[in-house]
């Protein structure tokens, strides 16, 4: 796996721009949502099971971090908290590449190994999330 920082060619999808624009018009639907009190939406598995299910409270803990209450997102759904984080710093990054025109940063040549090890990360890091959510399923 190699890190390298590229311009984009002229048949490479603007992932960058896409990303971004996806980014965004999600937050406006949400401020949107928000603003005409719309009712919350419901967690199936929740009602069906009585357990949380692995996102539950990220509608919680996307409020929360709005406001500011980073340690009450953090502790409404640690998972959905980093991927918040990681998404301010892609728009961040996003916005400075598509704006300036700079050259983008890519991964390349993964090897099957790294392929496999990082979706065992990712299992792995929802596995974990679910546990303490379950563990803390009081408070849904």
């Known amino acids: 796996m190699r890190l390298l ?17 996806v980014s965004a018009s999600s937050i406006a639907g949400g401020a949107v949502w928000l603003a005409f009190a ?4 419901r967690c199936a598995f929740l009602a ?3 357990l949380p299910c692995v ?4 509608t919680r803990c996307t409020i929360a971090f709005l406001r500011g209450d980073f340690l009450s997102a953090l502790s409404w759904n640690p998972l959905a908290f980093v991927a918040f984080c990681a998404l301010i710093a892609f728009d961040l990054y996003a916005a400075i590449v598509v ?8 991964i390349v040549d ?23 959510l379950l563990t803390h399923h009081d408070r849904f």
């Open 38 to 41: 719309l009712p919350w939406p």
């Open 99 to 106: 704006v300036g025109r700079t050259p983008r940063l890519r």
């Open 48 to 50: 069906v099971t009585g």
């Open 110 to 132: 993964w090897t099957i190994a790294q392929k496999n090890a990082g979706r065992i990360v990712v299992i792995s890091l929802l596995a974990l999330n679910w546990i303490y």
């Open 55 to 58: 996102t539950c409270g990220a």
């Open 5 to 21: 920082w590229r311009g984009r060619s002229a048949n490479e999808p603007d992932h960058e721009l896409i990303w971004l624009a």
